[in-house]
């Protein structure tokens, strides 16, 4: 049997994206002076409302609606915001995915509904009797529509066709945050100045991302040497987060200087 439920009508303020991002409801505070900025932090900007979470990679990660973050935090009371140049500076690495076990979410394109489990793993729900055992009697209240351009965020995974093939409270309890959720790793500065690369090598995991930034005064870039990827021209104090997802070994230069030449080892 394949669960199914009218479709809701959302809000124009809740389906308003900037970014990839809905517009999420929240008092626009003005800033002048930079804010610290730690791993694990909420912020926005001063010019749209988009709610961001700081990974322990380096990189932004943008809540898709109000729904989904309501998902991971009751309230915005510990959303900094900071200036639009400040943010800009801060790579954007993707959309948080609802919380595993919170809610069931489905697609207008598709009738199925799906549990959420870690990782932004979607596991078809395949009938009512399954969805009560996991939800209760008012599971039907405790689904929500995502955007189809949204569903690209998840996986799927293997469908659900007993109670015991899957425990929300247990999946909820085993991620502590995002990070967590995302499997997100620290970033490995190389550091780039007029002399060169600083270093020549560097060696990450799989899933792990690397950021160069130029110290130098000059501008300076890493190019991969096949062209697949680059920071872009990096000026001075400007940095790139590059992650590498596969093993391997991925060698690049200075379009400035081609006679540096650096490796990323990717285990």
Not at 155 to 180: E, K, L, Q, R
């Amino acid at each position: 049997m394949t669960l199914t439920r009218t479709r809701l009508t959302l809000s124009a303020a809740a389906i308003m994206c900037a970014i990839g991002a809905s517009v999420l409801a929240l008092a626009v505070p003005q800033t002048q002076a930079l804010v610290t900025v730690n791993n694990g932090d909420l912020i926005r900007g001063e010019s749209f409302t988009a709610v961001y979470y700081v990974g322990e990679d380096g990189m932004r990660y943008v809540f898709t609606n109000d729904k989904n973050f309501f998902t991971w935090y009751t309230d915005f009371d510990d959303v900094k915001v900071i200036t639009d140049a400040q943010l800009s500076d801060i790579q954007i690495g993707g959309n948080v995915t609802y919380k595993p076990g919170i809610k069931m979410v489905k697609i207008n394109t598709d009738p199925k509904t799906y549990a959420v489990d870690a990782g932004g793993e979607l596991r078809h729900v395949s009938s009512e009797a399954i969805a009560v055992s996991l939800y209760g009697s008012n599971w039907n209240t405790k689904i929500d529509d995502i955007a189809d351009g949204f569903f690209s965020n998840y996986t799927i995974g293997d469908p659900i066709v007993a109670a015991v093939d899957f425990s929300p409270t247990s999946v909820t309890a085993s991620v502590v945050d995002i990070n967590t959720d995302k499997g997100l790793m620290p970033s490995i500065d190389f550091v780039i100045n007029d002399d060169g690369y600083e270093d020549i090598e560097v060696q990450v995991e799989a899933g792990q991302g690397v950021r160069f930034v130029n110290e130098g005064a000059d501008s300076h870039t890493a190019t991969a040497d096949d062209l697949t990827w680059g920071t872009g021209t990096l000026m001075t104090g400007d940095a790139f987060i590059r992650k590498f997802d596969v093993p391997g070994t991925f060698t690049f230069f200075d379009s400035y200087d081609s006679t540096n030449t650096g490796a990323v080892y990717v285990e």
